[in-house]
């Protein structure tokens, strides 16, 4: 693969605009645009053609199936394969493919999470084609991204809320963008950039750990003798295996359309990172998911294994995703890029404010898109942001909202007072400060950069949830607006009291400091610490009225997305605690006794051969047999707790359990195991230690 194929190769295996324009005829295809641009029902007889025109260009790249690709609340893709292939009246096999397929298909619903909107018996889903992200090949079948609904028409997937946000959003921005007498924008639409990090390790070390295969990260392993405390791995020399890796990952992707730009070692031994360009919020969360399952095929032909836990490795960093988001026009135009004009200027700020105050109202959302078993390990260590959410903007504007709330001059304006799209606001430098890598929520010049987001997330939660509460601020603002009989008086006082009530979320300091959280607390902003604490909040009524008066989700539906992130989290820490157990029981105590009778063997050959100092081996008996004996206790305790698990309990109480229970007992097992470790001798441990994993890829 060189430069000059590039352009040839990338989207080569997408059914993208170029190739409807290719395929289409002309009405047919302007259909097919306006279904995108705006929304706007195919026709039966216009989908019939797109259909067809789809399965003869599947065809020609090597197609025998087709699947419609849909993300249920499992939080991965799903897929059921159908092939084109049918046999006519005579029994001759022909390709069908038709609009009906294209457009909708049946799922059975039954396996997948429903939260309570349906009766177990009831098993019928619907997937139904999303025009506004393209149809894809991948592995000899045509995928075909489509949303996912329940008999009765609720949402059972990621999809269809991120699709209602954006019609909100759009409709509400287009509304404050009138009012500054912008009338040549027809759409607004948010826009996503995420950089994805993942750790490589030998496929050999990962199949002899039976925690990584069963949870994804090691439920025991002593801290290694070096990990990232020389900073020599970020940003260091690619190994030629990794190169070759993401190579083929950057080839794979591009043929997908998507814009793999950066890729670098991150902090950690066997960490990395790859950052895709930005893209509309619908298509860069398809494409992050495709992004996860290229990574992971890709690894295994190379022999390794992608981790996209968040936290694999307890003593190294572990992983995000940070969410780079902003707002952008059909034409052109970034509205979170600070202008020169007062009426850019003013128009700047209150979409500024909008996300301000939204972030401000709904941090318990915002926590809640990111919550998750393996996040709680990540979120409040030095390595990621605090579970406290608070927002970083710059000196520039942090100054410059100050000076509007005092009603002052900022800067070089020569005014007493601001009056907001009468006098001109500074310029300000699209790096007017340097970053604050401990904020959870930070404005980075024209984007906001949500860092609370864990490696392993699907990011249509985060975006449908930002772009929800973003949309129901600028209707407020709306609302209050276009009533005025003074526009820019009302608009001067709206930013003022915005300003004023909603400055406490914002924070330039160190957000892992202590000082901070108690600061936090005086405030009144949120901390919860773990998903559970979180997940509760999620049907709060300030919470259900916020989506029913956005039309993004129904009571039933917040509900059941509690009840199945619930049950999610006591599900996988059931699995963990179970997990433990096993490899306690069954790896790390033969491995201890073996340990004893050697060293116990070798005092008593000592002791036969005569006055042999035996001080070692009667110090190394007694150091492990009292680990041992504590390591025993502990299982017996994890054991028993996870006999008292009460499957009958409601979701929340069987999280509770989980956390206060399996969780603690865990870390106490792993407490004894990890210092056991430390001791025994290498051919006595029963599984690859750290430096055995994190070193694993040597070339």
């Known amino acids: ?39 706007a029902p195919l026709t039966f007889v216009e989908a019939k053609k797109v259909a067809s025109a789809m399965k003869d260009w599947a065809i020609e790249k090597g197609a025998t199936h087709f699947t419609h690709w849909f993300q249920p609340m499992t939080g991965i893709t799903a897929e059921k394969h159908d092939g084109f292939a049918e046999p006519d009246k005579d029994g001759n096999l022909i390709m069908k493919f038709s609009g009906k397929s294209l457009v909708k298909g049946e799922s059975d619903a039954s396996s997948f999470p429903s939260g309570g909107l349906r009766a177990t018996f009831e098993a019928r889903g619907y997937t139904a084609w999303d025009p506004t992200s393209y149809a894809f090949i991948k592995d000899g079948s045509l995928y075909i991204p489509t949303a996912f609904c329940s008999y009765g028409g609720e949402a059972l997937d990621k999809k269809t809320p991120l699709l209602r946000s954006m019609e909100t959003l759009n409709k509400e921005a287009l509304r404050i963008l009138k009012l500054f007498g912008n009338k040549e924008v027809k759409k607004v639409v948010p826009t996503v950039g995420a950089e994805q990090e993942y750790f490589l390790i030998d496929k050999s070390v990962y199949e002899k750990r039976l925690d990584l295969i069963h949870c994804g990260r090691t439920l025991f392993g002593a801290r290694p003798a070096k990990g990232q405390e020389l900073e020599d791995h970020y940003y260091g020399a690619i190994k030629s295996r990794v190169s070759d890796f993401m190579k083929e990952v950057d080839e794979e992707l591009w043929k997908l359309g998507v814009y793999a730009k950066t890729e670098h070692n991150e902090v950690a031994p066997a960490q990395h990172e790859l950052a895709c360009v930005y893209n509309t919020v619908n298509l860069a969360c398809d494409q992050n998911q495709l992004t996860m399952e290229v990574l992971k095929s890709v690894a295994n032909k190379h022999g390794m294994v992608c981790l996209l836990h968040e936290k694999p490795f307890a003593s190294v960093n572990g992983s995000g995703k940070h ?43 915002l926590r809640i898109s990111v919550a998750t078993p393996g996040n709680d390990h990540r979120l409040g260590a030095d390595e990621a942001p605090p579970a406290i959410v608070s927002i970083y903007l710059g000196e520039d504007i942090e ?50 950069e949500f860092r609370m987001v864990g490696s392993n997330t699907n990011i249509s939660c985060p975006n449908f949830i930002l772009n929800t509460i973003v949309a129901d601020e600028l209707a407020g603002f709306a609302d209050e607006l ?29 957000n892992y400091s202590k000082e901070w959280k108690i600061e936090a607390e005086r405030r009144g902003l949120k901390n919860y610490k773990t998903t559970v604490d979180a997940l509760i909040h999620y049907a709060d009524a300030k919470n259900v009225k916020l989506f ?24 996988i820490l059931h699995i963990e605690a ?60 994890l054991e028993s707790d996870l006999n008292g698990y009460d499957k009958s309990l409601g979701n929340y109480e069987k999280a509770l359990y989980c956390k206060d229970k399996l969780l603690v007992d865990m870390d106490e097992v792993r407490k004894y195991a990890d210092k056991a470790e430390l001791i025994l001798g290498k051919k006595f441990c029963p599984f690859p230690t750290y430096e055995d994993i994190l070193y694993s890829v040597k070339y």
């Not at 020169?340 to 109202?361: M, R, S, Y």
């Not at 410059?400 to 430098?429: H, N, T």
């Not at 007017?432 to 404005?443: E, G, I, L, V």
């Not at 009840?563 to 999610?568: G, K, M, R």
């Open 548 to 571: 029913k008066r956005r039309n993004v989700l129904s009571v039933s539906e917040i509900r059941s997305r509690m009840e199945i992130l619930l049950e999610n989290y006591a599900n």
């Open 578 to 637: 179970f997990t433990a157990l096993d490899i306690a029981r069954k790896e790390i105590t033969p491995a201890l006794i073996a340990y004893q009778s050697f060293i116990l063997c070798e005092y008593n050959g000592k002791k036969e051969i005569g006055d042999l100092d035996c001080t070692l081996e009667k110090g190394l008996l007694e150091k492990m047999s009292a680990l041992a004996t504590k390591f025993s206790k502990a299982i017996d305790k």
């Open 323 to 365: 969410n780079n988001w902003s707002l952008s026009t059909d034409t052109g135009e970034n509205l979170l890029e600070p202008g020169e004009t007062p009426q850019e200027n003013a128009q700047f700020l209150l979409f500024l404010l909008a996300v301000i105050k939204g972030v401000d109202e709904y941090q318990d959302l």
């Open 482 to 510: 276009e009533k005025a009989d003074d526009f820019s008086a009302a608009l001067d006082s709206l930013i003022k009291r915005t300003i004023k009530k909603h400055k406490r979320i914002i924070f330039a300091g160190n």
């Open 1 to 39: 693969m060189n430069g000059k194929n590039l352009p040839e190769l990338f989207g080569s295996d997408v059914f993208g605009d170029k190739v409807m324009k290719e395929r289409l005829d002309g009405e047919t295809y302007n259909a097919v645009r306006r279904a995108i641009d705006g929304g």
């Open 399 to 448: 100054q410059i909202l100050k000076a509007i709330e005092k009603g002052k001059s900022y800067s070089s304006l020569k005014s007493d007072y601001l009056r907001i799209g009468v006098s001109v606001l500074p310029s300000i430098k699209k790096d007017s400060t340097d970053r604050n890598r401990t904020s959870p929520f930070a404005f980075t010049g024209n984007k906001f």
